[in-house]
């Protein structure tokens, strides 16, 4: 199953950017030997629009563009459930093993997301009550994104 980043905004480089690009790397080659495939990150620019809801509503628009048949929606949004990481590895394990040919994973930008996709989405994740700054967010997802990958495997990497 392929894995794909949406992201709203663009990560600049400096260390954030070093950081998340290390763990995706780390993902690149962990993932294959459990069947998932990281697809890269795909950045849109925040939207311009007036009001917030015309901002998620265009955001919207464009995350929706990418949605294929088959594929699997995965919003990070501060109402979605905060889940340990075994238990996001199990839910990433059972998309694939469902014969999802893809999942997006969509962070959103600073107004968050359209109501009608957190209702379209398989997953609402949470990172917690807190608000975290997009540069830490996408660190922190490829960081779990990885996490996945070595629970899935067995490997030692993750020890509750």
Known sequence: ??????????????????????????LEKSGP???????GVTEIAESRAQTAPE????????????IQPGTALVLLDQRGKNLSSEDLAGRIGLL?????????????????HDASFRDQAELVLSFGALTWPHQLVRVMLAEQLYRVTTILAGHPYHRS
């Open 1 to 26: 199953m392929k894995l794909i980043i949406h992201a709203v905004g663009r990560l600049k480089a400096g260390p954030e950017r070093e950081l998340a690009g290390r763990y995706f790397d780390r």
């Open 55 to 66: 901002r998620r509503r265009e955001e919207g628009q464009r995350l929706q563009a990418q």
């Open 33 to 39: 030997a459990v069947g998932l495939e990281f697809s």
């Open 96 to 112: 694939r093993d469902s014969g999802r040919k893809a999942a997006i994973v969509a962070i959103g930008g600073a107004d968050g």
